[in-house]
Every structure is written in structure tokens, then in C-alpha cells.
């Protein structure tokens, strides 16, 4: 499957007709590269010329260093699409500024391609160093850099997500998503900070990819299924999570888990199940298996 999916989004360059080839954010939509202009406008602009054509497209951001306020880009698109971005893109500091968790977003985006060796940083220092947080108005609405919501064929790649005020990247109803040469970096003092959060999504790969951060590198909630972690370095943090589960009635099971090739430094476990405690014996984890320890390595 993963094959497949490589193919169809690669597909991108290379095909002409009814629109699609490649869209530069700066040349053709005026987009600034300062930390005064919001580039949210053209971003959403390329997006919706990009999301309308037949044929695939590729959108430029290019190397240089820009702002972005909030941007969602949604689908369902009539081809595939590729935002490549090259150069570094900034969020507001202040976590106040936020009214909901979220920063980037990709929503009901069918073969899609994220890449570009670029930086997505969330400057989430300020929203590291509150105290008692849950006195805070923004409390509830801290941003999370990336998320990915029921997104199928879908590769992110070649990109660096650092100091988000939130998750670093959040994947939710995603089919067949991969991560791979993907980059997390954020202080190992900044609280609730996960790398990559996985929920009721199936096929998800992680592969050859370095997660630096406050909490846990990756983690897994219900419904996570066949989902593949390899060749992850992961440290400072809480290591690999599976779970909470338990706590809520509708949950839906986790299945087919596969960690191998990857080594833990400086982190406080290196892979853990979190369950509440129920009343039914059920706790929806199902046919997970973690490799031996000859694949799993500590430092």
C-alpha cells in the first residue's frame, strides 16, 4: 500500500492540463517574506487555485522566512497536490493570540504531499514558561503546529516541525499517511509538547525520522490502527505511548502496533500502555506487539 501511495502523490510533477503545475506563493500572490506580513491570504489563495485544478499542482513556498497567522487548508481537491515548502514559516508568540488549538491545518485532502526541508515553528516559549496553566484564558485554545484530519495517501516529508505550544503534529481519521525524514525539536521542559499524536487513523508510518521533545515522542490513542514505527530516534521526552484508553465508553480498539529499530535517549520510558481504570476487563487494545530488544535501543 505505502508503494502505492508514493507513486500517485510523485505523480504531481510531470503532468500538465486543466490547470495544476506549480504555483509560487511569492511571485504569483504577492506574499511577503517578513515576520510583519501575514502570509495566511496567499497561502489560502494558491491553495484554493491549487485544490480546484484537474490536473496535480504544486505549491512554492519558498527559501526565506515568513509569518502565518492561522491558515486551513481543507479539501476534498479535484487532483493531487504537493506544498512544498523550503523556507521557514512562523506563528504568532503569543499564545493569547489563539481562539482555537490549532496553528496549520489539513483537513479531507485525498494524495497529498508535504515537503521541502522546511520549518514550521510554532515559538512556543512563552506558553512553555506559564504557571499553573489551567488559570490561563488560552489554557484551552494552545495551537498545535500541525494537524492532520482525514487526510488518505497522504506523505510528509522532509520537514521540521520545532516549539510547538502544543502537540507538534496531531493525525486524526488519517488513512495511509506517512512520516519519513520528519524532524520534531522542542525544549525537554515544555509540557504537553507530544511529537506525533495518533487517533483513530489506520496505516500510519513513521519511518527514519528524529522527535526531540517535552513529552511523549509518539503517542496512541484509540482507534490507532497498523500503524508502523521504524528507524525513530527519540530523546529527550517520555518515550512511546500507547493509551490513556479506558476512559471514555466509546473506544475504539487499538490494533496492530510494530516498533522496531529505534533508540531512546535521555527519555523517561521507553515504551509504556497507559489504561484508566474500568469496570469491563476490555481496555481496547488489541494484537499489539512491540519488537525484542534487540530492535529497541537505550541510551
Known amino acids: 500500500m505505502l508503494i502505492l501511495v508514493l507513486l500517485s502523490i510523485s ?5 500538465g492540463g486543466g490547470g495544476g503545475g506549480v504555483i509560487d506563493v511569492v511571485t504569483k500572490f504577492g506574499a511577503k517574506a517578513d515576520e510583519k506580513t501575514d502570509l495566511s491570504k496567499p497561502l489560502l489563495d494558491a491553495w484554493k487555485e491549487a485544490c480546484a485544478s484537474t490536473s496535480p499542482s504544486k505549491i512554492v ?42 496553528w496549520i491545518s489539513f483537513n479531507r485532502i485525498e494524495n497529498f504531499k508535504l515537503s521541502g526541508g522546511g520549518v514550521f515553528d510554532g515559538q512556543g516559549t512563552t506558553a512553555y514558561k506559564r504557571e499553573g496553566c489551567k488559570g490561563h484564558a488560552y489554557y484551552g485554545s494552545l495551537p498545535i503546529n500541525l494537524r492532520f484530519d482525514f487526510l488518505t495517501n497522504a506523505m510528509i516529508q522532509d520537514i521540521t ?13 488519517c488513512k495511509n499517511i506517512t512520516f ?3 524532524t520534531i525539536s522542542a525544549p525537554d521542559e515544555s ?9 483513530r487513523s489506520d496505516g500510519v508510518n513513521v519511518l527514519n525520522s528524529e522527535i526531540k521533545t517535552g513529552d511523549d515522542c509518539v503517542s ?28 471514555f465508553k466509546n473506544e ?8 522496531k529499530n529505534c533508540t ?36
Open 180 to 182: 519519513e525524514h520528519f
Open 11 to 15: 505523480s504531481v510533477e510531470g503532468q
Open 264 to 299: 531512546m535517549t535521555n527519555t523517561s520510558n521507553g515504551v509504556r500502555i497507559k489504561t484508566w481504570p474500568c469496570n469491563s476487563p476490555k481496555l481496547g487494545l488489541v494484537g499489539t506487539e512491540v519488537s525484542g530488544p534487540q530492535n529497541l535501543r537505550y541510551k
Open 61 to 102: 513556498i519558498s527559501k526565506r522566512i515568513y509569518f502565518v497567522s492561522t491558515a486551513t487548508l481543507d479539501g476534498p481537491c479535484k487532483a493531487p497536490i504537493e506544498l512544498q515548502v523550503q523556507g521557514t514559516v512562523k506563528a504568532l508568540a503569543d499564545p493569547g493570540a489563539f481562539k482555537e488549538p490549532k
Open 252 to 259: 475504539e480498539p487499538v490494533d496492530g502496533v510494530t516498533l
Open 161 to 173: 516541525t520545532k516549539d510547538s505550544k502544543q502537540f507538534q503534529a496531531n493525525v486524526l481519521g
Open 220 to 247: 496512541i490513542r484509540d482507534g490507532s490502527k497498523n500503524l508502523v514505527i521504524n528507524g525513530v530516534t527519540c530523546g529527550p521526552g517520555h518515550g512511546i505511548r500507547i493509551g490513556s484508553l479506558g476512559l
Open 191 to 199: 509540557p504537553n509538547t507530544d511529537g506525533i499524536h495518533i487517533g
